[in-house]
C-alpha cells in the first residue's frame, strides 16, 4: 500500500469486483480509493406528498411554539423565563428553584425513555420530522428554492460564472438565512433574559456581553448547521444516527424499499408489459434519490444516514401512479414484513412486542409519578440554620435559649402569611416573633429564638421539630427538624 501526494489516496489491488462488472482480462484492477471523503454538495428536489405535508405541518408547530411561547405573558410577567440571575425558572404558573432539580431530572428520563419508545416502533421519526436540525433545513431550503429556483436551477446556478444574477441571489438567500437566524438566537436568549427587555436593549444598542454573545453565537449555529453543514450534521456529528441500530430490531418500522415488487429494475415506457420484459416495478428514474437531503439510495437498503423524513417514499409514490403501478414500492414498513410478504394488520400486530412493552411501563411509571409529584408539592420551602455565634445560653429569667435562621421560600406567585410553632421538649417555645409575610415567588430569611426553662431538660442535644404552617390554608405545611443544646 502507498499514499499518493497530499490528495490521501491509496493506489491496491481489486480482486473482488461487484456483481455484473466485468473484469479487465488476464490483469490486474488498478483502482484508486480515497482515504477521505471530499463532500459532495446535495440538491434535493421538492416533493409534495402526505408525509411532506406531516413534515411541513411539524415545522409549523415547533416554531410556531418555540417563536411564540416567550411573547406569552402570565400573572403579569412572561409566562416561560429562565431566570439564571434570581435562580428562578417559571413555567406558566409553577416556579422552579434550586432545589426542584428533581423534576428536571424526570423531564431528561421520561424524553429518553420516550426516544427509546419511538425509535423501537417506529425508527428515526424524531430525526425525520422533528428534530431542530430537520426543521430549520427545511425552512432554510424553502427560502434556497424561493430565490434561486428548483433543484435544476439550482445547480446552473453554481455551475455557471459569476455575474450580476449570481451575485444578487446568493446574496438574498444568505441575508434571509442570516436574518432567520439572529431572530432565532435572540428568541433563544429571550427565555433567559425577558424579551420584551431584550428587544428595548437591541434597538438602543444597549445589549449586554452575554446576551450578545448568545445570540450571534445561537444564530451563527442556526446558519452554519441548516444553511452550510446540513446533511453532514446528521451524518458525522449527531450521535443518534450512531447507536440508532441499538434500538432497532426486525419489527421496527423504517422506510423501506420492496426489493420483491422492484427488482430487477429498468427503465421502460408506460405502454411497455414490464413483466413480459423481466422487470420488477422500479423504472430506475432516480427520484428517490433526487429528493433525498442525505443524498442516498434507499434501495441500497437501511443506512445510517438515512433520517426517515419519507420523502422518497411520496417521490416514488408519485411516479408509481404516473406509470399506473400501485403505490408503496417505498413505503414505511418492518424488515419483517418485507422478508415474508406479512400485511399492514400482520405488520401491527408485531409492534406490542415485550421491548416495547416494557417501554411503555417504565415511561407510564416515571410519568405518572412525576406528574403526581408536581400536584402534590408544597409551595413552601424551609430550610433550618443554627446561629453558630451564639450556641446555647442563658437569658432572663433563667431560661436557655438557642437561636436560629430560618429560609423560607414560597414558590408560588402569591404572598403567604406563615406561622412557625416548635415541638419535642417540655416548654420548649417561641420566643421571637413567629409570624412571617413571605412576599410572592421569592425567600425570605428570618431569625428565630427558642426558649425552654431552666432544668426542663438534661445537658447535651435534643432533637426538635419546627413546624411552618400557612395561616389561612393549614394544609400548606412544612415540618424540618433540628436540635437544641442545653449547657
Not at 140 to 148: A, K, L, N, S, T
Not at 154 to 170: E, F, H, I, N, Q
Not at 441 to 448: G, R
Not at 478 to 483: A, D, G, L, N, P
Request: aromatic fraction near 12%; hydrophobic fraction near 45%; charged fraction near 20%.
Amino acid at each position: 500500500m502507498a499514499a499518493s501526494g497530499e490528495r490521501g489516496v491509496e493506489r491496491r489491488e481489486v480482486n473482488d469486483r461487484l456483481p455484473g462488472t466485468p473484469a479487465a482480462p488476464n490483469a490486474a484492477d488498478d483502482t484508486e480509493v480515497s482515504l477521505y471523503e471530499v463532500r459532495r454538495k446535495i440538491y434535493p428536489r421538492a416533493v409534495h406528498g402526505l408525509f411532506a405535508a406531516w413534515r411541513w405541518g411539524l415545522v409549523w408547530l415547533t416554531q410556531l411554539i418555540f417563536y411564540g411561547t416567550p411573547w406569552l405573558v402570565w400573572n403579569e410577567r412572561q409566562a416561560v423565563l429562565f431566570d439564571l440571575g434570581a435562580r428562578k425558572f417559571y413555567i406558566f404558573g409553577l416556579v422552579f428553584w434550586p432545589q426542584d432539580f428533581i423534576y428536571l431530572t424526570a423531564l431528561l428520563i421520561i424524553a429518553a425513555l420516550a426516544l427509546f419508545l419511538f425509535t423501537a416502533v417506529g425508527g428515526r421519526l424524531w430525526c425525520g420530522y422533528a428534530c431542530p436540525q430537520t426543521v430549520y433545513t427545511e425552512m432554510f431550503m424553502w427560502v434556497e428554492r424561493r430565490i434561486e429556483g428548483d433543484r435544476a436551477a439550482r445547480m446552473r446556478l453554481d455551475r455557471a460564472p459569476m455575474s450580476a444574477t449570481k451575485v444578487w441571489r446568493k446574496a438574498a438567500k444568505h441575508g434571509v438565512w442570516i436574518a432567520i437566524a439572529l431572530w432565532t438566537g435572540l428568541t433563544f436568549v429571550g427565555y433567559f433574559t425577558p424579551i420584551r427587555e431584550l428587544l428595548r436593549e437591541v434597538a438602543t444598542a444597549s445589549l449586554g456581553p452575554w446576551e450578545t454573545f448568545w445570540i450571534l453565537f445561537y444564530g451563527f449555529a442556526t446558519y452554519g448547521n441548516a444553511g452550510w453543514m446540513r446533511e453532514q450534521v446528521c451524518k458525522y456529528m449527531c450521535p443518534y444516527a450512531r447507536f440508532q441500530s441499538a434500538m432497532f430490531d426486525k419489527d421496527t418500522m423504517i422506510v423501506t424499499y420492496d426489493a420483491h415488487r422492484g427488482e430487477p429494475r429498468g427503465a421502460r415506457s408506460k405502454r411497455v408489459d414490464f413483466k413480459a420484459k423481466g422487470l420488477g416495478e422500479c423504472v430506475d428514474c432516480t427520484m428517490c434519490v433526487q429528493v433525498c437531503p442525505t443524498g442516498i439510495d434507499i434501495r441500497d437498503g437501511l443506512q445510517y444516514e438515512c433520517i426517515g423524513c419519507a420523502a422518497c417514499i411520496d417521490a416514488c409514490d408519485q411516479v408509481m401512479v404516473r406509470m399506473g403501478y400501485p403505490t408503496g414500492l417505498i413505503r414505511y414498513s418492518t424488515t419483517n414484513a418485507i422478508e415474508n410478504r406479512w400485511n399492514l394488520r400482520q405488520m401491527i400486530a408485531r409492534v406490542l412486542r415485550p421491548r416495547v412493552l416494557i417501554y411503555v411501563g417504565v415511561l407510564l411509571a416515571v410519568t405518572v409519578a412525576a406528574a403526581f409529584s408536581l400536584h402534590a408539592r408544597v409551595p413552601l420551602k424551609v430550610d433550618v440554620l443554627r446561629d453558630r455565634t451564639s450556641l446555647a445560653r442563658e437569658v432572663e429569667g433563667g431560661r436557655i435559649e438557642n437561636v436560629y435562621r430560618l429560609q423560607i421560600m414560597n414558590t408560588r406567585e402569591s404572598p403567604h402569611r406563615v406561622k412557625v410553632t416548635v415541638s419535642g421538649l417540655p416548654t420548649l417555645a417561641v420566643a421571637s416573633e413567629s409570624d412571617f409575610e413571605i412576599p410572592a415567588a421569592t425567600s425570605k430569611q428570618v431569625p428565630l429564638r427558642l426558649q425552654i426553662d431552666a432544668g426542663q431538660a438534661a445537658s447535651g442535644s435534643h432533637k426538635i421539630e419546627l413546624q411552618v404552617v400557612d395561616a389561612e390554608d393549614p394544609s400548606v405545611a412544612v415540618r424540618e427538624r433540628s436540635v437544641f443544646l442545653v449547657r
